[in-house]
């Protein structure tokens, strides 16, 4: 069984900053990870994902160069930092593991989800 945990999240004025963490537990073997994000009366969408190595890493369009997705597998531990953040972030945000070493976007290639944390953006 895998577990997934997640933290980090709150209230941020716009143009701030918050990092999200994502924290394993269980036979997450070499799996490739993402986030992904659901505002209300939304449907769940890809913000970014990443390899088991961390050399590989997809983005939306909608965040990138603002958000960048990392890991420390010697912690069990992955990464969201979110900066210039805008109130259309706003959102529940989840991770999610996929049984592969390869990052996808579709949300369900993930076998394994977190039950998420809420990032608040004010303007």
């Known amino acids: 069984q895998v577990q997934l945990v997640e933290s980090g999240g709150g209230l941020v004025q716009a143009g701030g900053s918050l990092r999200l963490s994502c924290a394993t537990s269980?036979?997450?073997?070499?799996?490739?990870m993402g986030w992904f994000r659901q505002a209300p009366g939304k449907e769940r969408e890809f913000v970014a994902a990443i390899n088991w190595s961390g050399g590989s890493t997809v983005y939306a369009d909608s965040v990138k160069g603002r958000f960048t997705i990392s890991r420390d597998n010697a912690k069990n531990t992955v990464y969201l930092q979110m900066n210039s953040l805008k109130p259309e972030d706003t959102a529940v945000y989840y991770c999610?593991?996929?049984?592969?070493?390869?990052?996808?976007?579709?949300?369900?290639?993930?076998?394994?989800w977190g039950q998420g944390t809420q990032v608040t953006v004010s303007s």
């Open positions: 999610a593991r996929r049984g592969s070493l390869v990052p996808r976007r579709e949300a369900e290639q993930y076998d394994y």
């Open positions: 269980g036979r997450t073997g070499n799996a490739a």
